[in-house]
């Protein structure tokens, strides 16, 4: 049980559902109930499917293409400010972030990088190296299943807000999302510069 815990802590941190939270809303704040439960569903199925094969194969991966965690973060903080930009450089009446005939947003930038950023990836990796296989993989599948619940009932969290909050709280957690993808960008950067 004590190395449940010790594994199940850093996953939630890396995950860390709250405060995606806000950035999720403000991507899906105009969408239909049914589109914003489909994004969530294809969104944990990628994060699940990512971290899984992050789990058994990361250090494979990163070693046979070239790359290090800091290109990954970077890649990341790219993304996900891109995405922020986009919605922030809308008029009023354009300020939708997505649209019910999206697609694929769930699995890029909603469900890779925000639910399974660099951040979740990394923590994978190492808890694999101390507790093996099945422990990580529970515990990554534990917090993922935690993510769906909280996004599927963050439309109530609207609800309470009323419209015009809601557009609002897209708007300022749009800056919020752009600077996480800052922070990414950032992070990769002064990694790659300590090992020179």
Do not use: W
């Not at 400010?81 to 005939?101: T, W, Y």
């Not at 993922?144 to 009932?153: Q, R, T």
């Amino acid at each position: 049980m004590s190395d449940f815990i010790a594994c199940f802590i850093p996953v939630f941190v890396a995950v860390n559902v709250l405060g995606i939270l806000p950035s999720f809303m403000a991507m899906t704040n105009d969408l239909s109930v049914h589109a914003r439960k489909r994004i969530t569903a294809q969104a944990c199925a990628t994060a699940m499917v990512v971290g899984l094969v992050f789990v058994f194969l990361g250090k494979s991966i990163f070693n046979f293409l070239g790359i290090t965690i800091a290109d990954f973060q970077i890649a990341g903080g790219v993304l996900l400010f891109l995405f922020a930009l986009r919605d922030l450089n809308k008029g009023h009446e354009g300020r939708r972030v997505l649209s019910d005939s999206d697609e694929d947003v769930g699995i890029v930038p909603i469900g890779m990088p925000l639910i399974a950023g660099p951040g979740v990836l990394t923590t994978v990796l190492v808890l694999e190296g101390k507790y093996g296989f099945l422990l990580t993989s529970l515990n990554l599948l534990i917090n993922i299943g935690i993510v769906y619940l909280v996004f599927l009932n963050s439309q109530h969290i609207l609800k309470l807000m009323g419209k015009s909050g809601a557009t609002a709280f897209g708007k300022v957690f749009s800056i919020f999302l752009a600077a996480i993808g800052i922070s990414l960008i950032r992070s990769g950067i002064l990694a790659f510069v300590e090992k020179l």
